[in-house]
């Protein structure tokens, strides 16, 4: 029983409810740039290789292991000082974010392609350097000792972040229109700016 009510207490961490709020925030715009994207694409009537071809705009994803050690090591000159340098990155790469999300559901695919290319990737970019401040943030914040709970607790609040900007983004596009469902999303990302 005391092992229980210490797993708990665990949960109830302050830094774990922060890992997994910042965990929501990182998920959710990962598939707003892949699946969820590509089926407002479709319904837009982009071809099916055009619709391919955007897989090059997660390129952020992959190579995030270039510009992290910059990230990791500098820290933003007004924000840093009044945030500190991880959540000054963090706070700063949201913002970004929600401003790259609205600005992607304000395009027109059928009309504009490029535009929306660009905006989507801006939004993995976005999202790549949230994800490398909120890794190094949870491993600063965390004991050795709540390692496996921060992890389990990170990739929960990634998998309904995912839930959210897929299923969630997909019901919305039932009766809203996809420059409304990109917004709500962005207002998801607010949810990871209180956390930090």
Known sequence: M???????LTLLDRRILTIFFLGISSGLPFLL???TLSFWLTQSGVSKTAIGMFVVVTIPYTFKFLWGPFVDRF???ILGKILGKRRSWAFLAQLFLILSLVGLGDTDPQNHLFLTALMAFLVALSSACQDIVVEAYRIEIIDEDQY????SATYLGYRIGMLISGYGALYLSSFLNWSDVYSIM???????MITV
Request: proline share 4%; glycine share 8%.
């Open 2 to 8: 005391v092992l229980h009510a210490r797993s708990l």
């Open 33 to 35: 740039t892949l699946s």
């Open 75 to 77: 820290s933003l000159p």
């Open 148 to 151: 496996g709970v921060a992890a």
């Open 186 to 192: 962005a207002l998801f990302v607010v949810l990871g």
